[in-house]
C-alpha cells in the first residue's frame, strides 16, 4: 500500500517530534530492562498480552472525546495494529528512546507518553493525553505535533499500545493511520 504524499511529510515531522519529546521532561523517565506491558485491570501480564482491552478502549474514547469537542468525527479503534503498538512500547522502554520504533507497524504519525508512573495506568495515560491536547492548535509541528495527530481529519483509525517496566514505568504509544 502507497502512502499518500502528505504521509512522507508527516512521517519526517514525526521523526523530527520524536528528537524533540526526547529529554522535554526531566521526572520522565529512561528505564531499561522490562518484564510486562499494562493490564487492562490496572495489574500487569507478560508482554504483549492483557486480559481485555478496556485501556486500549479507553484512549481511543478519550481521543474521539476531544475529538468531538472540535466537531471531528471519531477515529475507528485500529485493533490489528495493537500487538505491533504494544511492542513499539516494549522496544521503546527498553532503548530508553520515543518513537525509536516510529514505522514499524506502518503508522503515519505517533505520539507517546515515555515513562509515565504506572501505579494508575488510566490516570497516567489520561494526564498525558490531556497534556498533549492542551499543546492546542498551531502550525509549528514541534510545538503541536501531538495535538496535530489527534485532531488530523488525514487519519481515520488509532492504535494504542502499552509496556511497562519492572521500575514501574509506563510507556503509551497512539499510532494514527
Not at 529529554?23 to 529512561?30: F, N, Q, S
Not at 495489574?43 to 481521543?63: F, K, P, R
Not at 481515520?156 to 502499552?162: D, E, H, L, N, P
Request: hydrophobic share 30%; net charge negative; proline share 4%.
Amino acid at each position: 500500500m502507497a502512502l499518500p504524499p502528505s504521509a512522507h511529510i508527516i512521517a519526517a515531522l514525526a521523526l523530527a517530534l520524536a528528537f524533540a519529546c526526547n529529554g522535554d521532561d526531566d521526572d520522565i523517565g529512561e528505564s531499561e530492562g522490562s518484564s510486562s506491558s499494562v493490564s487492562d485491570s490496572g495489574g500487569s501480564s507478560s508482554a504483549g498480552e492483557t486480559s481485555d482491552d478496556s485501556i486500549q478502549e479507553l484512549c481511543v474514547d478519550t481521543i474521539n472525546d476531544y475529538r468531538a469537542g472540535l466537531g471531528l468525527p471519531a477515529y475507528k479503534r485500529w485493533e490489528s495494529a495493537e500487538g505491533c503498538t504494544d511492542d513499539q512500547a516494549e522496544s521503546d522502554a527498553k532503548s530508553g528512546s520515543s518513537h525509536g520504533a516510529f514505522g514499524a507497524c506502518k503508522e503515519w504519525a505517533q505520539n507517546e507518553c515515555p515513562g509515565w508512573p504506572s501505579a494508575d495506568p488510566e490516570n497516567s495515560l489520561l494526564g498525558c493525553l490531556e497534556q498533549m491536547w492542551a499543546e492546542g492548535p498551531g502550525e509549528d509541528f514541534s510545538a503541536h505535533g501531538h495535538y496535530i495527530n489527534m485532531s488530523s481529519e488525514s487519519y481515520t483509525q488509532v492504535a494504542c499500545g502499552f509496556y511497562t517496566t519492572d521500575d514501574g514505568k509506563l510507556w503509551a504509544i497512539q499510532n494514527f493511520q
